[in-house]
């Protein structure tokens, strides 16, 4: 396991070295076992879904905060369906299926992103659908683009950092015909199908350790604000 690294930026972290659009992932997480802070000052983290779409992580035992910004929760946007949270230090999971917004050719919505999330076991977020990205103030949008990095994102609270662990992920779209709409959908290569053997295993994956994962440039930064 690995402490993120801490960071002022909403959008600094490490991510993927490939983007994702349409994908699978699984994570562990644990929040500081030492209790500081409180509200969104506490183990405050996320994943961020081709770097703009936040899942929400936070230390949510016993630590109330404004709805939408509880862990499980698609930020400033939807709460959790239910406040999953183990004790501060334990380690936690989240599974999340990530589908990818669809544009038109002129840059508008064909079909907006979704999100199904299970936190420890629990259903928390039914294919809820995203109403654009994560903004920390101001109403969510959306901006058409393609494929991005998965972002896990560098705490800014003063609290010990969260720790993550074993991440796991696979792209599971399809690449658009040439000339169609543009899509946010998958990762390109193999369009997200797995080689026979291990469902984690194949070029549109990235599994086991943070070796998949680097340090978030300013560039990369700039490109989704």
């Not at 990762?187 to 680097?214: E, V």
Request: glycine share 16%.
């Amino acid at each position: 396991p690995i402490a993120l690294p801490r960071s002022r930026s909403h959008r600094a972290g490490i991510t993927t070295k490939r983007g994702f659009g349409e994908c699978q992932v699984h994570i562990e997480f644990a929040t500081p076992a030492e209790v500081k802070g409180s509200g969104q000052g506490r183990g405050n983290s996320g994943i961020y879904f081709m770097g703009i779409y936040e899942v929400q992580v936070l230390d949510s035992y016993e630590n109330p905060t404004y709805f939408d910004g509880q862990c499980g929760s698609i930020y400033k946007q939807f709460p959790p369906l239910v406040n999953a949270c183990r004790k501060p230090g334990e380690w936690q999971t989240y599974d999340v299926v990530f589908t990818a917004p669809r544009f038109k050719a002129d840059g508008s919505v064909e079909s907006p992103g979704y999100v199904t999330a299970i936190h420890n076991g629990v259903l928390v977020q039914n294919h809820t659908a995203l109403t654009g990205f994560t903004r920390y103030i101001g109403a969510p949008s959306y901006k058409a683009n393609g494929a991005l990095p998965i972002l896990l994102q560098a705490p800014g609270d003063p609290s010990p950092p969260a720790r993550v662990r074993t991440p796991l992920g696979r792209g599971v779209g399809h690449a658009p015909a040439r000339g169609g709409p543009r899509w946010a959908g998958g990762g390109g290569g193999s369009g997200g199908c797995a080689r026979a053997g291990s469902p984690w295993s194949g070029p549109n994956m990235f599994r086991g350790t943070l070796s998949g994962f680097c340090s978030r440039s300013r560039a990369a930064r700039k490109s989704v604000r």
